[in-house]
């Protein structure tokens, strides 16, 4: 099972969907988090150390790993960091 596609496409042209886990690598390191909707913002993103809209992104930095329901594992690994 995997949630409702968010209308944006990672790197390797997968549909990202909420509950999915996603990394983002950048010159300064790699973000990651569990997608989900921000209410407040009215928009999708991931919470890491602080909150990080796609809007605020290109989508095509963006990969998914996997989702919370298949890669319970990954959820796990996320909350150890």
Known sequence: MRGSAIGLIDKKGIKIREGDVVQA????GCIGGVVKYFDDAAA??????????????????????????????????????
């Open 25 to 28: 690598c950048f010159v300064w």
């Open 44 to 81: 999708f993103g991931i919470n890491c150390v602080e909150r990080q809209l796609f809007s605020e992104h290109s989508p095509d930095i963006w990969e998914v790993l996997g989702n919370v329901w298949e890669n319970p594992e990954l959820v796990e690994a996320e909350n150890e960091d």
